[in-house]
Nanobody, 126 residues
């Protein structure tokens, strides 16, 4: 089993920044893909970014490319999502997720991810 706990959400004005953290514990060697998803009210959960924790390759949805950065600490027990130039369309609940598999940096489907955190709310006001 793998446990994921997100933190770092909050309220920010448009143009501001936030950094989300995802603490990973348990059988961490059983997963090599970590991703961030988000879900706004009335919308489907969507993939935002993903990283292969073994080789460090990362990928982003076009809507956040150039503004968000996914990274991990040296121990590979924490995954971060640095979010800059936030706008109202970024308002959502953000989830950290993990799985074992390939193509970690490509657009992911929620059903592909086995482990999920409880989510952290990000609200951007204009």
């Amino acid at each position: 089993q793998v446990q994921l706990v997100e933190s770092g959400g909050g309220s920010v004005q448009a143009g501001g920044s936030l950094r989300l953290s995802c603490a990973v514990s348990g059988n961490t060697y059983s997963v090599n893909c970590k991703g961030w998803f988000r879900q706004a009210p009335g919308k489907e959960r969507e993939w935002v970014a993903g990283i292969n924790t073994g080789v460090g390759t990362a990928g982003y949805d076009d809507s956040v490319k150039g503004r968000f950065t996914i990274s991990q600490d040296n121990a590979k027990t924490t995954v971060y999502l640095q979010m800059n130039s936030l706008n109202s369309e970024d308002t959502a609940k953000y989830y950290c997720a993990a799985r074992q598999g390939a193509y970690c940096s490509r657009v992911g489907r929620p059903d592909d991810y086995k482990y999920w955190g409880q989510g952290t709310q990000v609200t951007v006001s204009s």
